[in-house]
Nanobody, 124 residues
Framework: QVQLVESGGGLVRTGNSLRLSCVAS????????MAWFRQAPGKEREFVAS????????YYADSVNGRFTISRDNAKNTMYLQMNNLRPEDTAVYYC?????????????????WGQGTQVTVSS
């Protein structure tokens, strides 16, 4: 059983930055592709970014490409999302997810385990 715990959310102004963390426990972290998704009120959960088990392959949604950076430290069982130049439309609950022995895709149904989420609010 894999447990994922996100942290690092908060309230920031437009243009500012935040770094989210996702700490995994249980299982072998390096066996998992990982991803960040987000869900705004009244909207469906959407893909933000994903990363392969090695960290070599990274993928981003068009809406965040060039502003957000996904990374991982397998020695620390931790994944990160560096979010720069934040916009009000980035406001959402951000979730991390893991896919055991999977590829770093964008479909939430590919992922086995989810964290509880961390709120990010960007004011204009």
């Amino acid at each position: 059983q894999v447990q994922l715990v996100e942290s690092g959310g908060g309230l920031v102004r437009t243009g500012n930055s935040l770094r989210l963390s996702c700490v995994a426990s249980g299982g072998t972290f390096s066996d998992n592709a990982m991803a960040w998704f987000r869900q705004a009120p009244g909207k469906e959960r959407e893909f933000v970014a994903s990363i392969s088990w090695s960290g070599e392959a990274k993928y981003y949604a068009d809406s965040v490409n060039g502003r957000f950076t996904i990374s991982r430290d397998n020695a620390k069982n931790t994944m990160y999302l560096q979010m720069n130049n934040l916009r009000p439309e980035d406001t959402a609950v951000y979730y991390c997810a893991s896919d055991w022995l999977g590829a770093p895709g964008s479909d939430p149904y590919e992922y086995d385990y989810w964290g509880q989420g961390t709120q990010v609010t960007v004011s204009s």
